[in-house]
C-alpha cells in the first residue's frame, strides 16, 4: 500500500483481480481447515460475496492469505478474485503467510 514503509526488496500491489485457476494454495499453510470452517468459509461466500482480498505469492501464483477462501471460491466454480499481490524473498513471503495466520487468533471474541 502506498506511504507504507516496508522491508527492503518487498512490495505490496494495490488490490486487483486475478484468475482463480491461476492460483493454487500454500502447501506450507500453518492453517488447518476443518469441514466446519470451509462449510462456514463457503456460506459466507455465498451469501456476502468476497469483502476481503487474498494476499497472493505473485512469483510463486499461490496463495498465502485466505487458502480456505480460494478452495471454496473453486468449489464453486468463481472465475476471479481479488488479492493484494506481494513481492519479496522467499523467506519474507513466508514470515507474511505465517503472521497473516497467526495475528487474528491472538484477538479475544467479546461475547457481549
Known sequence: MKGLPSLPGFKVHDPQQFNVADFTEDEDNVNAHSEVDLTATGNSLE??????TLVVDLK???????????????EKGWGKFWAHAVEGADDQIRTLAITLNKTGRLSDFDYS
Open 47 to 52: 451469501q456476502f460475496g468476497q469483502v476481503e
Open 60 to 74: 510463486n501464483k499461490k496463495v498465502i492469505g485466505g487458502n480456505g477462501r480460494l478452495r471454496k471460491m473453486k
